[in-house]
């Protein structure tokens, strides 16, 4: 081999060797700077029987879930029962997310996504007090532009650890159940009265009705009935059903629970039922707060023997629920009670104009 072609051959070599160095280079420049992280935990070494507590800040309210020995009850709410179901699911989610896109951010960036103190903090926390995570939750993630972000449904959301603050990851859940408002939170069965008797209406102005029947039939009677006053027996059907399908819109606040006045259950509308199962129950309307009515409810008497054995039990099942739900100032939306807060003359069927 003559000593041109050597050379030409060596030339062609380092060519060929530095082609593959820039296109090693290059390839590891789009790699992301956190590859070796993706796809780990993001909240390491969390366990989901681990977590006793979760604390959610918001920059206008807060929130705090615990785990007591017969469920999850909110702290802020005077321990009113939590939704286990959606407690499992937050705990689930948080210690499922992954490590995905990420990075670097500085302080302006931080505020624009609100993962400063404008945005969402979560903590957990251990049986003895001790946090095992905490993670700040920012703004929604969309992979395309929308019109309106506060109530489209997002794709991911922006989060950060506060051990991190430099840098920002998208994950890909949108962490919707990650709020500090207690009506995202509650239990929301509520009482319900079922197989009634009686009810009467008895509003703190205005005329007073009191509708019953001698069976669990839809032959209800007007109390009192008037010359041509008519019962609209649909209306009194609804008023008296309406009872059974109640649920919890939100629970007042500690600080109104003894506040009548400002709830507005110190001149209520009161409501009270009699069953054909035996108990009796009686329900204080207040005031308006937004579309959902302050409200009080108690119950009394016993189940009547002639029952069956199941219903029975359904009965009695439902006595600790009541007691819980006794002991607070309720929220029921206005829509759920309207049926049977109807004034004395919605109760009459309306009179046919006369034929001339």
């Known amino acids: 081999m003559s000593a041109r072609v050597v050379a030409i051959f060596v030339v062609l070599l380092a060519a060929l060797g530095g082609a593959a160095l820039v296109y090693r280079n290059q390839e590891a420049s789009l790699r992301p700077q956190n590859a070796a992280e ?35 009850t909110i702290a802020e709410r005077a321990d009113f029962p939590a939704d286990v179901a959606k407690v499992r699911e937050l705990v689930i989610k948080l210690i499922s997310l992954k490590v995905g896109q990420s990075e670097p951010i500085d302080e302006k960036d931080r505020a624009r996504l ?10 957990l926390n251990g049986a003895d007090g001790k946090t095992l995570a905490r993670l700040i939750v920012g703004r929604k993630y969309f992979k395309r532009e929308v019109e309106n972000p506060e109530k489209a449904r997002a794709d991911g959301r922006f989060v950060a650890l506060p051990a991190e603050p430099g840098t920002v990851s998208i994950v890909s859940d949108p962490l919707t159940q990650a709020s500090a408002k207690s009506a995202d939170w509650i239990d929301r069965a509520s009482f319900e009265v079922e197989k009634v008797k009686t009810l009467d209406l008895r509003p703190p102005s205005g005329a007073p ?39 919890l819109a939100d629970v ?21 039922a009699t069953t054909f199962d035996g108990p009796s129950y009686t329900i204080r309307v207040g005031k ?11 119950s009394s008497g016993t189940v009547a023997a002639k029952e069956s054995d199941d219903r029975i039990k359904k009965l009695v099942a439902r006595l600790p629920r009541e007691k819980v739900l006794s002991a607070h100032v309720l929220l029921i939306a206005k829509s759920k009670l309207e049926d049977t807060l109807k004034p004395r003359a919605e109760m009459l069927e309306k009179k046919e104009p006369a034929k001339k």
């Not at 609100?114 to 903590?123: F, I, K, W, Y």
Request: proline share 5%; hydrophobic share 40%; no cysteine.
């Open 252 to 272: 007042a606040p500690p600080e109104l629970e003894k506040d009548d006045a400002a709830t507005g259950l110190d001149q209520p509308t009161l409501v009270e």
């Open 209 to 247: 009705w009191r509708i019953e029947r001698t069976g669990d039939n839809a032959d209800w009677k007007l109390a009192g009935a008037k010359k041509g006053e008519q019962l609209d027996i649909g209306r009194a059907n609804a008023a008296s059903y309406s009872l059974s399908l109640l649920e």
């Open 38 to 72: 993706l796809g780990k935990p993001l909240l390491k070494g969390v366990q989901a029987a681990d977590v006793a507590a979760i604390r959610i800040v918001e920059p206008k309210a807060a929130l705090t879930l615990q785990r007591k020995d017969d469920g999850w």
């Open 288 to 298: 308006l707060e937004g579309e959902n009515y302050y409200v009080r409810f108690s």
């Open 114 to 123: 609100n993962l400063d103190p404008s945005g969402t903090q979560v903590e």
